[in-house]
């Protein structure tokens, strides 16, 4: 297989876009993308793209057809992927693998969600399709509650407190003050959360990633089309991808994401690298617990210790492994289908040192990205 | 690129299966093909599959998690694509990229519907979404609509009868008299289809695939591994996808499916061939229109022409070149996301002879697969 790069990057604003549709997102992140790679349009040789679900919030499918024909590019091979929340990462990995098969030499890879503004369904009843409808939607099992079941068991086995998954929280609205793009930029403290309204027990409004609009593109390259086109390419050094139930109910344990263990497990195999030697990572916290987790099952700490962990700041900016320096899901925004490239993007912009008061000076990083309760895991490890 | 095979096919049958689940038929295709291969579920290293709109027609997404699990394929990678009634010929082509890439060895890629049996929405409601919601569906352009619009055209420029196009749909069912999985097992006469319900004029019930519940799946694998476990492999020897504007409307001639002009180049190219090569080939009949359109666009007859090419029993097993032995959609059973599968299989059988009254004698076959109005086109080239 062949190396990969990045090579351009454009994020829209995360937010609720009341104004706007799928297609205008769509439009303005991929743009912006090419015009970063200073490419144009015509060099563009395939597409991939990550939705949730087109068909539930816009009554759109075929969005592989719809979107090259608005971003200018004519008849290409255009690929919707879909893993739930875990679409964008998905997308990013199928453009990898078609860029290193040799097939291709250039991809915009890209996700998109268009959540607010939708018809007659309800939000919290389309992201229920991510978990299994039938075993689990159906007897009133949403994502908080499912979430929830995660963090109380958590808080018994190790006596992680609820202060400590605030901390995650805390945090990543911290770090979103320094993100344009993010969706909040208001600082928050611990007490703010624990008096947010209860969501599931122990969940609380503000242990939770809000709805969003958004979108993400990035353009990838062939080692030699990147040298020729990029001065500051960054790699792709390892990609993983792994499946497990997607009921919460028949795991062993319900404290270990097997998806995500699997998934860094290929990834830092192809990079010949292990958890110490990453310097900034950014991990799926859909809900705070969903963190702690995603440190634990990445390899940064021990099981049951990301608590403590977390609370006395070995991640934030400046500490050991500094987490979700963009805002994270929590304060970024969460546009599902657009989350894994937005991953990628900060991944990207970390390595490029455009970060500006966010910066690790990392020069290795990595992404999580989960469908559901861990459906679907996705890991990428990215290098200068 | 590595030469990838087919090495096992596994197919429910097509048609309303009011008493099963998607799942429930996703395995029934998913374990033939892994039996028809002779390899053990721990074999299968990554899943391609696809389908429509699990979140309209059965309120499920997230099937690349959940079909894994219900197949016995522990934490592997899965994939879900979509592209409307492309969905599976996609699944193929990227599961065929994977293989081709080094990535894996050993993939099960299928596709599957179930449409019969939905809740609020209509049938024909979520088929619209294939088409552009904001620009067509809206103002009731459905797909028997829209596909009416170029049988007008046909006729009005090339003299094309409705007697041409009931000769499609008349063949087609007569293939699918010896096809123990289609459908239908009923043969008709040119005027079963002239005074059958009118539904878009000029087209009418008999010149329409139906609705259908339905998996496909197959088993690809990489050359080494192919000649170790089959006799008998199945080699793809060239793949090409492509779209077009997802809008009618949109388009300069309204009679050129450029997406598969454009697919069928790449097939050809990749697999240095030309239509006169192709010994049978499986087209996209969503309507009797398709099929003509299919014959001219993909080179095996001048534009125009198709009709009285029909008409004079050219398509038909003993003729020039045999179209849709299998039935077609419009006998066989159109389960949107299984088709594309579902016509790969037909390809293979061909080419191992398996076929029965319905042989060819062909050792090398074509399949084509279209999404919406054409706004996706995926070819396939098999050999022996």
Known sequence: MRKVAVIGIGLTKFGYHWDRDLISLAVEAGSKAIRDAGIHQKDVEVLYGGTMSGGLFINQEHL????????????????????????????????????????HDIAVVGGVEKMTDIGSYSITKVLATAADTERE???????????????????????????????????????????????FHKEIKIDDVLKSPMIADPLKLLDASPISDGAAAIIL??????????????????????????????????????????AAKQAYLQAKLEPKDIQAVEVHDCFTIAELLALEDLGFIKKGESGKFTESGQTEIGGKIPVNTSGGLKAKGHPVGATGIAQAIEAVMQLRGQTGKRNTNAEIAMTHNVGGTGGTAVVHIFRR
Chains 1, 2 share one sequence.
């Open 64 to 103: 592989g057809s719809m979107l090259p024909d608005y971003l200018g590019f004519k008849n290409i091979p255009s690929v919707r992927v879909e893993a739930a929340c875990a679409s964008g990462g998905l997308a990013l990995r199928q453009g990898y693998i078609d860029i290193a098969s040799g097939l």
């Open 221 to 262: 390259a062939s080692e030699e089309k990147a040298k020729q086109l990029c001065d500051t390419p960054v790699w792709i050094a390892g990609s993983g991808h792994a499946t497990d139930t997607i009921s919460l109910h028949d795991r062993q344990d319900l404290l270990t994401l097997k998806a995500t263990v699997e």
């Open 137 to 183: 939607s159906v007897f009133g099992a949403t994502f908080p509650g499912l979430y929830a079941l995660m963090a109380k068991l958590h808080m018994h086995k190790y006596k992680t407190t609820e202060e400590q998954l605030a901390a995650v929280s805390v945090k990543n609205h911290k770090n979103a003050m320094h993100n344009e793009t993010a969706q």
